[in-house]
Each structure stands twice: as C-alpha cells, then as structure tokens.
C-alpha cells in the first residue's frame, strides 16, 4: 500500500462568482422637469388627488422659499386636498337635501325668541342630537318662523357631516303612497334610512286620509330611535287627532315622536308679518293736514296812465 494514497474526499476547487453590480438608471432615463410635472400631475389625477394635482407646482414654490420640511410640504398638500374635499361633500349633500338655501341663522332673527329658546337652539347646532337619533318638534303658529327654524338647523348639520332631507309631509306622504302602490314601500323607507336628518315640514298643515295616515306612522315608528326627524307644526299635541284620525294611533305617533326629542315651543313667539306690520305702523309719520302759508298773495295792480 503506497503511503502517499489516502482515502480522504477531494474538495472541489470552485472559482468565485464575479458580483453582479446593481444597474444604475442612467441620466437618459431620468424625465426631464417638464415631464415630469406633468408625469405626477398625471398619477395625481389618477389616484383622485386633483386639489394636490392643481396646486402642487404653487405649494412646492412656496415651501421652497419658506424653507419648509418635506413634512410640513406634505402636510400643505394634504391640507388643500382635505378642504377641497370637503367644501365638495358639502355642496353635494346640499343639493341633495333640497333645503332652501336661503334660510339659515344668518338670516333668521334669533332676537325674537326668548332666551331659553336660543339656548336650546344653541345646543342644537352642534348636531349632538343626530347622533343620539334624538326628534326636534318645533310647534307655533303660522309665520312664526318654524320652517326657517327647521332649514336652518339642516344647513348647520350639514356643515357638520350629517346627511339631511328636506320635504314638505304631503309630498313625502304621497311618496310614501306611490311605493307602497308599488310594492317597494320597504325599499321606499331602506332609502329614506340613509338620510341621518329627516325635516317634515307642515305635518298638520294638511289633512290626511287613512292611506296617508298609514305610510306616515310607519315612517315615524321606522326611524323610531334609530334616526332624528325634525318637525314643524302648527297644532299642538292634544290636536294631532286632526292629523292621525284614530285615537290609539295618534298616542303611538305622539309617543313615537315625543320620546327622546327636544321641543321647541314658539306658541308666544308673534309672527313676523304681524311684527313687520306693527313696526312699519310705528315708524310711520302722521301727514299734519294743509295749513294756510300765512304770506298774503301778491295783487298785482295794473294802472292805466291818465
């Protein structure tokens, strides 16, 4: 046996692989600035960023003299974006909730109501209500301001992020009747759930007949503590009778409405056609009858030469 032979493994020599270098993007490949600000105007569109789309160029300016970080950049950007974003869900829930636009607090003359009243209609404007899916009942006499009342309060919910629906009760009843002749009363009422604030304007203004009592109530009983309603009316509770005919169903309505709800009584709150007209007859002056001017009138002598 040759003492030079072993039995050991032979390690095969293995030549080391070259490193591949990361490819580094060439200058060419780079967009020019003209590109690309209209590259990231394109992707910004793309991902519906459009207010940071139409303002960006004048942003970047303005935090490139303003030394800002690219954090306080960013937050520039977001900022736009959120207002315009929201100033849109607002004039797309306005037009949707066919208030009339112009009766808000800035035309309404809180003056006229008592301090308790505006106290209550303070905390109304903070929207708290909605989101307990608490009712406001607002009872007067005509021309008191009742429906100005109830718009107002659904522009300011709005504001808010609430979503609102105004109608008069007789064309949202005679909605109600048209589904319900159609079968898609439920479908009719699912809708109307989506609306977080519902104003029925006039609720005892017009008579109704059993049909139309019928889709009323099961309006009411559906958004029972589940979603707010806003009311105006010119009855008050004891005469709702004139509204539901039945006398078991206008207590389950009264109970239904009254539970959880905020009344704003305007009973003694004059109207105002009936104050415009006393102030107006007050701030006339009385015309002083015709009195002589106390100058004699000029006789004019005509002589004739002799």
């Known amino acids: 046996m040759n003492p030079m032979t072993t039995n050991a493994p032979v390690t095969p020599v293995t030549t080391p692989r070259p490193t591949r270098r ?48 690219h954090e306080a950049f960013l937050y520039e950007l977001a900022t ?5 974003r929201t100033q849109r869900r607002i004039e797309r829930h306005l037009h949707a909730s066919h208030l009339p636009r112009e009766k808000t607090f800035t035309t309404l003359r809180l003056d006229r109501f008592s301090p308790a009243l505006q106290l209550q209609i303070e905390r109304l404007r903070t929207g708290a209500f909605v989101e307990e899916a608490v009712n406001v009942v607002a009872v007067g006499r005509p021309g008191v301001g009742k429906s100005h009342l109830a ?18 009760t007789s064309a949202l009843v005679q909605r ?63 005469d709702w009778n004139r509204i539901f005919k039945d006398p078991l169903t206008t207590m389950a309505a009264i109970d239904r409405v009254v ?27 009385p015309q002083p009858p015709d009195q002589p001017n106390g100058s004699e009138e000029a006789i004019v002598v005509t002589g004739t030469s002799s």
Request: aromatic fraction near 4%; hydrophobic fraction near 45%; glycine fraction near 2%.
């Open 22 to 69: 990361r490819a580094v993007r060439s200058a060419a490949a780079v967009p020019a600035a003209g590109n690309r600000h209209d590259d990231l105007q394109t992707m910004l569109r793309q991902l519906n960023l459009s207010a940071i789309a139409d303002t960006f160029a004048e942003t970047a300016l303005h935090a490139a003299k303003a030394h800002l970080s």
């Open 80 to 84: 736009q974006e959120c207002a315009v």
């Open 151 to 168: 718009a107002a309060l659904g522009q300011e919910l709005i504001l808010r992020g609430h979503t609102v629906l105004w109608t008069t």
């Open 176 to 238: 109600l009747l048209a589904a319900k002749r159609d079968l898609r009363l439920p479908q009719q009422l699912a809708q109307l759930d989506h609306v977080a604030c519902l104003i029925l304007d006039d609720i005892g203004y017009v008579q109704h007949d059993r049909d139309e009592m019928e889709v009323l109530f099961t309006l009411l009983a559906e958004r029972y503590e589940r979603r707010s309603v806003i009311l105006t009316t010119n009855l008050v509770f004891s």
């Open 259 to 285: 539970h959880h709800s905020v009344i704003l009584d305007l009973m003694t709150v004059e109207s105002y056609r009936a104050q415009e007209a006393k102030e107006a007859q007050r701030h006339e002056t």
